[in-house]
């Protein structure tokens, strides 16, 4: 009830309620003052970065998603969604953004895949490796928030709400994940778990990773379709008997 056991694999759930009870508080800030509102984010989002500000929990100590931190994430959303100002809208318009997302993307790609294939140790000198490591995930470190922001901006410019065919089926399915993402996130933990079971127990080749993957995603995509169906039948109208 004090909100203070994390246990593995479930931390995320109290940020997400700390989070979601101090939203109303921004929300009405963010419709009278959005800028101030932002810029206060931003100053705790640096307080976090420079002073390590977290919040006491068990056992390790703070929560891994530190509220603090992540709440720069929601704060952007909000003041984006508040926002219609054209100067805004320009910025998002602009190509050199985009080619800096792009290419800010694919270098996170290759970074990431270096973790696991030696053969890629060049593209990052042990220069740059002591430059940018370790890229925080529980203070959610700069250049995390940034790759969050190149990924936007790449979504925002290069989908279009217009698409037919397969991939509209595929953009679906990840609408109905966002719409129910409590659920999705629960059921993922079950299945996080269960497919750690198989490719321990049984195999851990490419094709069983592969199929596990794409096996879980399946299974949450038709738990989170069935259960927005479900909540739309419900959504009718008022049952007063």
Same mark, same amino acid.
């Given at each position: 009830?004090?909100? +203070?056991?994390?246990?593995?694999?479930?931390?995320?759930?109290?940020?997400?309620?700390?989070?979601?009870?101090?939203?109303?508080?921004?929300?009405?800030?963010?419709?009278?003052?959005?800028?101030?509102?932002?810029?206060?984010?931003?100053?705790?989002?640096?307080?976090? +970065?420079?002073?390590?500000?977290?919040?006491?929990?068990?056992?390790?100590?703070?929560?891994?998603?530190?509220?603090?931190?992540?709440?720069?994430?929601?704060?952007?959303?909000?003041?984006?969604?508040?926002?219609?100002?054209?100067?805004?809208?320009?910025?998002?318009?602009?190509?050199?953004?985009?080619?800096?997302?792009?290419?800010?993307?694919?270098?996170?790609?290759?970074?990431?895949?270096?973790?696991?294939? !030696?053969?890629?140790?060049?593209?990052?000198?042990? +220069?740059?490796?002591?430059?940018?490591?370790?890229?925080? !995930?529980?203070?959610?470190?700069?250049?995390?928030?940034?790759?969050?922001?190149?990924?936007?901006?790449?979504?925002?410019?290069?989908?279009?709400?217009?698409?037919?065919?397969?991939?509209?089926?595929?953009?679906?399915?990840?609408?109905?994940?966002?719409?129910?993402?409590?659920?999705?996130?629960?059921?993922?933990?079950?299945?996080?778990?269960?497919?750690?079971?198989?490719?321990?127990?049984?195999?851990?080749?490419?094709?069983? +990773?592969?199929?596990?993957?794409?096996?879980?995603?399946?299974?949450?995509?038709?738990?989170?379709?069935?259960?927005?169906?479900?909540?739309?039948?419900?959504?009718?109208?008022? !049952?007063?008997?």
């Amino acid at each position: 009830m004090a909100l +203070q056991f994390s246990p593995v694999n479930t931390d995320i759930l109290i940020t997400f309620v700390l989070l979601h009870v101090a939203f109303p508080g921004v929300l009405w800030s963010m419709t009278r003052a959005p800028e101030v509102t932002l810029g206060a984010s931003l100053l705790l989002y640096l307080m976090v +970065q420079v002073f390590s500000w977290h919040v006491p929990a068990w056992p390790t100590g703070e929560l891994y998603f530190n509220p603090f931190a992540w709440q720069f994430l929601f704060v952007i959303g909000a003041w984006y969604s508040c926002q219609c100002s054209p100067w805004l809208q320009a910025v998002i318009q602009s190509r050199i953004l985009l080619a800096f997302a792009i290419t800010y993307v694919a270098l996170s790609l290759v970074i990431a895949l270096s973790w696991q294939f !030696k053969s890629l140790d060049w593209f990052l000198p042990e +220069q740059v490796a002591k430059l940018i490591y370790p890229i925080d !995930k529980s203070h959610m470190a700069p250049l995390r928030l940034l790759h969050f922001l190149a990924l936007a901006i790449c979504a925002s410019r290069l989908t279009s709400p217009a698409w037919r065919g397969p991939i509209r089926l595929l953009v679906v399915a990840m609408i109905r994940c966002g719409e129910n993402s409590l659920v999705t996130y629960c059921l993922g933990v079950l299945l996080a778990f269960l497919g750690h079971v198989i490719l321990v127990e049984m195999s851990a080749s490419f094709a069983m +990773q592969l199929a596990v993957s794409i096996g879980g995603i399946i299974v949450i995509v038709i738990a989170a379709t069935l259960w927005a169906w479900e909540a739309r039948l419900d959504r009718r109208g008022p !049952k007063l008997f």
